[in-house]
T-cell receptor, first 115, second 107 residues
Framework: GAVVSQHPSRVICKSGTSVKIECRSL??????MFWYRQFPKQSLMLMAT?????????EQGVEKDKFLINHASLTLSTLTVTSAHPEDSSFYIC???????????FGPGTRLLVL | GIQVEQSPPDLILQEGANSTLRCNFS?????LQWFHQNPWGQLINLFY???GTKQNGRLSATTVATERYSLLYISSSQTTDSGVYFC?????????FGPGTRLSVLP
């Protein structure tokens, strides 16, 4: 398997503020990481693919200026929710995949509540 | 795009019972994974199973890629098996999740 960490595990913020979530691949270098969002009682939806050293690829309907992704190193990707609003409250989960291997490994998730 | 369906959507079992969860997908896929999401939200890898059959303790899974479905078997269920079970498939560059099966195991 693979070990993926996320920080923070939960965050509460006021509307209009920005929140940064970190995703770390602890036991291998990940050129690609993935960010998902999960609303209550729903499945996971891919938001974007984070590529080390280049721009992220966003899924249709996901605002790239609102959800800033930075993949500055082979072990760290960050997701910044800018000017958060209550509708951004959700469970954000990152994942990694070893090069050449098919399985994805997920972090423990970050629960965001915007008041 | 690809459609991933899971059945049943909800399942309630008495502790000790067996169950079968199904995942259907509408196109050929590169791989398939089964996950268990625990009450705290953590996704736990159960199986990476693009084809064939695998077993891990009380759990086993079978994927018939040519017929575009996968089955997850849970035997002698325990209360700790409660949670949501997702299948997810690799379709091209995308990793697509099914809607999940919510399992409740009663003591």
């Amino acid at each position: 398997g693979a070990v993926v960490s996320q920080h923070p595990s939960r965050v509460i913020c006021k509307s209009g503020t920005s929140v940064k979530i970190e995703c770390r691949s602890l036991d291998f270098q990940a050129t690609t990481m993935f960010w998902y969002r999960q609303f209550p009682k729903q499945s996971l939806m891919l938001m974007a693919t984070s590529n080390e050293g280049s721009k992220a690829t966003y899924e249709q309907g996901v605002e790239k200026d609102k959800f800033l992704i930075n993949h500055a190193s082979l072990t760290l990707s960050t997701l910044t929710v800018t000017s958060a609003h209550p509708e951004d409250s959700s469970f954000y989960i990152c994942s990694t995949k070893k090069a050449g291997a098919g399985a994805q490994y997920f972090g423990p998730g970050t629960r965001l509540l915007v008041l | 795009g690809i459609q991933v369906e899971q059945s049943p959507p909800d399942l309630i079992l008495q502790e000790g019972a067996n169950s079968t969860l199904r995942c259907n997908f509408s196109d050929s896929v590169n791989n398939l994974q089964w996950f268990h999401q625990n009450p705290w939200g953590q996704l736990i890898n159960l199986f990476y199973i693009p084809s064939g059959t695998k077993q891990n303790g009380r759990l086993s899974a079978t994927t018939v890629a040519t017929e575009r479905y996968s089955l997850l078997y849970i035997s002698s269920s325990q209360t700790t098996d409660s949670g949501v079970y997702f299948c997810a498939v690799n379709y091209g560059q995308n990793f697509v999740f099914g809607p999940g099966t919510r399992l409740s195991v009663l003591p």
